[in-house]
């Protein structure tokens, strides 16, 4: 099996930009396939870090990068996240970087929706990143996207914005906030349109030539299961489909090229929005792992909500999924603590589940059903292999793979690149 997808298993920011980093030495072509600058990915080589949002993780390795058609591309955002990674020494170039034409932009009008809208909704706000995803996303299935290819055509950009404006600047002035103008919108489009444009080409069909040529591709996920737009926890999830078959449809490769399906879930959970989080902890344990694991957004800078693992959702992001190996990360986190609790199910009003179920009210009702263990006193900070690894962090391991029905084929020790226990190698299958 030549080709690997990595997807994150819980709320994002499980460490997927650390593991494609680490898996990207055995692959030809990294590959974006959905999100936007909404993700963040935070990678650490030697004394170098590397924070990504749009720029596939490859490209620290010097490997080609692809940003895949069901990406949203903010042309700002992403000549400024270019000009960033070039101060530190990465090349991107049209030969390093490739933008499919198909893939939809992000215009200026999309952040001031989705900051408008989240304002507007108050306390039940989203709890966005801000950046536009959704409003973009929207656009997209409305059919009225403003889209990479678009920028070589000043006519079609122009009757485009007339379509958006009517729609933006109505929505906008009713939540009073200043509407756009169409020839400085315009303008700005014809300015980026020379940087942009040399990145962009049909690249279903480059990734179909490398792919006939034996290349490897890794798929990049951003975001996670649980805040998939149809398996996650709606509303309080982002507009994209994340599970792992979105690598077919938003690289433009068939559902038999995707290959392995690597999920990515740290040993704890965290979430950085509003919404559901059965075993958040609102104590000191909870306030020990935010702290231990820097639990801090990179787009927001919010602070994360932390808690203990969830096996239950886990499972359920496997199975929608088919994720086919867990890689386990931040473990180290969890060094010294005394009692650690693994959630196997929810108690609904005096039922028990073994899934959270899609109503919001028995979401939100869900109470986790704990089994506990005992921690380890020794440390797992920086172990390469399983004799690295405190007995009873194993232990731990060995419970959660029972748990989430899949095999531990990864295991992540530390920030740092090499820190990582390979158990399979998931290009091997
Ligand atoms: P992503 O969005 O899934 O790529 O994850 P982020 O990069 O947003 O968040 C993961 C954070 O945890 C980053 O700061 C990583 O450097 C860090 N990290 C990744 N793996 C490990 C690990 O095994 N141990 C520790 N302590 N930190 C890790
Ligand atoms: P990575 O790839 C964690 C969350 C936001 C919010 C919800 C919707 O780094 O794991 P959006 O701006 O997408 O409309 O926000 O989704 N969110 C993330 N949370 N990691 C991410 O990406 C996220 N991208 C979006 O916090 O709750
Ligand atoms: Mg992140």
Redesign the pocket.
């Known amino acids: 099996m030549a080709n690997v997808a990595v997807i ?1 298993a819980q ?4 460490g ?2 650390k593991v494609v980093d680490w898996l990207a030495s055995r692959a030809d072509v990294v590959v974006r396939f959905q ?2 600058h ?4 935070t990678l650490v080589v030697g004394d170098q870090t590397y924070k990504l ?1 749009l720029l596939p993780s490859g490209l620290v390795r010097g490997k080609l990068g692809v940003i895949g058609n069901g990406v949203v591309v903010d042309p700002d955002a992403l000549l400024s996240e270019i000009a960033r990674v070039t101060a530190q020494g990465l090349k991107v170039t049209p030969e390093t970087l490739r933008i499919a034409e198909n893939a939809v932009l992000i215009l200026p009008l999309h952040p001031a929706l ?1 900051k408008a809208r989240e304002e507007a909704r108050g306390a039940a706000k ?6 536009g ?2 409003p973009a996303y929207e656009d997209k299935v409305a059919r009225r996207a403003i889209r990479v290819a678009d920028l070589a055509e000043p006519e079609t950009l122009s009757h485009k914005l007339d379509e958006l404006l009517l729609h933006y600047n109505t929505l906008l002035r009713g939540l009073g906030v200043a509407p756009f103008e169409k020839q400085a919108l315009l303008d700005g489009l014809l300015k980026l349109a020379p940087q942009i444009l040399p990145f962009a080409e049909p690249v279903w069909e480059r990734l179909d030539e490398l792919r006939r040529s034996g290349k490897r591709i890794l798929f990049e ?4 299961v649980m ?1 998939d737009v149809d398996h996650g926890t709606y509303p ?5 489909n994340t599970v792992a078959a979105t690598a077919s449809s938003g690289a433009g490769v068939g559902p038999n090229a995707v290959g392995f399906v690597l999920g990515i879930a740290k040993a704890y959970s965290t ?5 559901p989080f059965p075993t958040e902890l609102s104590d000191e344990i909870g306030q020990l792992l935010g702290d231990r694991g820097h639990e801090f ?4 800078g ?1 602070r ?1 909500r932390c808690g203990w693992f969830d096996a239950a959702l886990v499972r359920q992001a496997i199975k929608v999924s088919g994720i086919q190996g867990l890689a386990l990360t931040k473990l180290d986190v969890l060094d010294g603590l005394k009692e650690l609790k693994i959630c196997i199910g929810y108690r609904i009003d005096g039922a028990f589940s073994r899934h959270l179920p899609a109503a919001p009210g028995a979401q939100a009702a869900a109470v986790p059903e704990y089994e506990t263990m005992e921690g380890w006193s020794g440390s797992s900070r920086g172990a390469r292999s399983w004799a690295d690894l405190p007995a009873r962090a194993v232990k731990y391991v060995r419970r959660i793979e029972e748990l989430v029905e899949a095999p531990v084929t990864l295991v992540s020790t530390s920030p740092e690149r090499d820190d990582t226990i390979m158990v399979r190698d998931p290009f091997e299958g």
């Open positions: 994150g709320w994002g920011d499980e997927k930009g999100g936007g909404n993700a963040g990915h949002s989705d989203i709890g966005t990143t801000g950046r995803i959704g996920g951003a975001q996670a805040l309080f999830v982002t507009s994209s979430r950085v929005g509003s919404g957004g990179t787009v927001t919010r994360r």
